[in-house]
């Protein structure tokens, strides 16, 4: 292989209003670790991979835009079991919307964070994602 290629995004960057409040969120439901604190700026592991980066915005900026009118998301995590962490999230009191099968693409669904940021959940047996 040939050097100097991308090999993958490292983490994404999340606006928030309260960067500790918003960091105890996604360890309390996806188990989470929380590593280099920088006041109001945070990063959050699964393990030793990093996942993302929450950071306090001044104004009420979110990660999410929109197209023909619908809200979408620009982060999109993976799992092996939609279903258990549907299920998980929806009965913790995350906001969901319903899974969707989309074939050959795989099983989908969205969830809102504290601040209304969209992130999408995907679970495909057919692609390498390294984990």
């Not at 105890?24 to 188990?31: D, I, L, N």
């Not at 009420?60 to 979408?72: I, L, S, Y």
């Not at 209304?116 to 057919?126: C, I, S």
């Amino acid at each position: 292989m040939e050097n100097g290629k991308i090999l993958g995004i490292a983490y994404n960057v999340i606006p928030v209003k309260d960067v500790k409040k918003s960091a105890e969120w996604f360890v309390s439901h996806f188990g989470f670790n929380i590593r280099n604190d920088r006041g109001n700026y945070l990063s959050l592991f699964r393990d030793n991979r990093p996942i993302i980066d929450l950071i306090e915005s001044d104004n009420d900026t979110r990660a999410v835009f929109e197209v023909n009118g619908r809200q979408r998301w620009i982060v999109t995590f993976f799992t092996d079991d939609i279903d258990s962490l549907h299920m998980r999230l929806t009965s913790g009191g995350v906001t969901t919307r319903p899974i969707s099968n989309e074939g050959m693409y795989g099983k989908f669904f969205v969830f809102e964070d504290l601040d209304g940021n969209l992130f999408d959940v995907w679970e495909h047996n057919d692609c390498e994602l390294i984990f």
